[in-house]
């Protein structure tokens, strides 16, 4: 995202990071207390966190984070709304606009009209990150919601039962039809968490979340086992990372925190959060040296000229990829079928001249590219993109 627009003035989202929406197929699975104790990992690796509960109907987030409802928020003198505080992370919600016993009765418009309100009529300061806790479902609500607002990504949180995850799976193609890049799948509630002894046994069925990412090519981004201490801790106003950080829970949640958050990295290599806009020629990543023995899986620089995407490896190896071959190994459902793994993009529709317009990190795991075409849904993981055709010597 740019600070600036291209007549040079602020944009309304400037500094508010990468926005990251916490969504999922249907409700009670745990999204709001994901998304309140990812804010509180983020926060625990440095970044600056902002959420917006956008669960109209049902706000949360506030009583999972101790914030009283019902004390309307004070502006701030270029009259924006300042945001609640709660241990280091800012918050807006319809909760503290209404009180959270008095549901919102709103239709589809007047919801996003709120939204834009949340995001741009707030005094956010400069923030890494902001979340957005949407409502349950995949209706057009959250339809209209991932198409309003520059997300860099999409969480889904589903529970193990297979009804739940087919719901999920309906919730990915909603997402990847916008063009919604899918950060992955977090599955809620996958074991149980003895409060004795810490042991965590697998009381439903195991490995659905994992199968859903991997027939739809997501991220598995790991399971949060069913612990009594969470409920506890949400309904505190005191989420389980504060006082139970080493639970197994608590672990989940920062791993979490560390695939998307993108500061814990295990050796050098590129530096992210970045987001570089190709054709504008800005934000492109910082290198990092090579290392010898290095993961040569990491790539610790991106270089795009006309020969294509230069990307360097932290075992020092060097490879080229073609626009046009990128492009075409999309594997976003838009462009592969989930189920037979056929593709469904015809290379005829890609022109020979098609180009990235923007490549951004993707957690410390992927960078997402959008192209010339408009289509920015696909995330390429490091292994894919070193599995990928090197650009031949006489095509250089
Ligand atoms: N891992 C967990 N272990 C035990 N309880 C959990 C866990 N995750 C969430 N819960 C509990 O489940 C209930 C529903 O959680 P939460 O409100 O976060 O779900 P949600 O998906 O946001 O629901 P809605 O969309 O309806 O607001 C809460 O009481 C919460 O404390």
Redesign the pocket.
């Known amino acids: 995202m740019t600070d600036t627009d291209q007549t040079g003035s602020t944009s309304p989202l400037a500094g508010l990071g990468r926005m990251i929406a916490v969504s999922?197929g249907k409700?009670?699975?745990?999204?709001?207390?994901?998304t309140a104790n990812l804010a509180l990992a983020l926060a625990g690796q440095g970044l600056r966190v902002g959420v917006v509960d956008a669960?109209l109907y049902?706000p949360?987030i506030p009583g999972?984070l101790g914030i009283p409802g019902d004390q309307p928020p004070a502006m701030s003198p270029a009259k924006k709304v300042i945001p609640a505080q709660a241990h280091g992370v800012k918050v807006i919600s319809m909760a503290m606009l209404s009180g959270d016993d008095k549901p919102a009765i709103l239709r589809g418009p007047m919801v996003t009209k709120y939204l834009q309100m949340f995001i741009t009529q707030v005094d956010w300061g400069t923030l890494d990150v902001l979340l957005l806790?949407l409502?349950?479902g995949t209706g057009d609500i959250q339809l209209t919601l991932a198409q309003a607002f520059p997300l860099s990504g999409a969480l889904v949180?589903s529970t193990p039962q297979d009804v739940s995850l087919k719901i999920v799976r309906r919730g990915l193609r909603m997402l990847e039809q916008v063009n919604v890049p899918i950060l992955g799948v977090v599955e809620?509630?996958s074991g149980f968490t003895c409060p004795s002894c810490g042991e965590v046994t697998h009381i439903f069925h195991q490995g659905g979340g994992q199968k859903i990412a991997d027939s739809l090519n997501v991220p598995f981004l790991g399971s949060?086992?069913?612990?009594?201490a969470?409920?506890d801790g949400?309904?505190a106003g005191r989420p389980l990372i504060l006082d139970a950080p080493d639970s197994p829970?608590a672990q989940a949640y920062r791993a979490v925190a560390a695939a998307i958050g993108g500061k814990e990295q295990d050796g050098p290599g590129l530096a992210v959060p970045f987001d570089w806009q190709v054709a504008q020629g800005s934000g492109q990543p910082a290198g990092a040296a090579a290392i010898e023995g290095g993961d040569p899986e990491r790539p610790v620089a991106l270089e795009y000229d006309t020969s294509g995407l230069h990307i360097r490896w932290q075992d020092g190896g060097e490879q080229v990829i073609d626009p046009r071959d990128l492009r075409l190994a999309c594997q976003c459902a838009a462009c592969r079928d989930e189920m037979s793994g056929q593709r469904l993009l015809d290379p005829a529709s890609v022109a020979l001249d098609i180009q990235p317009t923007r490549i951004w990190s993707v957690g410390n795991y992927a960078i997402g590219v959008a192209f010339s075409d408009g289509h920015s849904s696909g995330i390429y993981t490091f292994p894919a993109l070193r599995a990928m055709k090197q650009v031949e010597a006489e095509d250089v």
């Open positions: 999922s409700g009670g699975v745990g999204k709001s207390t994901l669960d049902g949360s999972m806790d409502p349950p949180v809620n509630m949060i086992p069913l612990d009594p969470v409920v949400g309904d829970a």
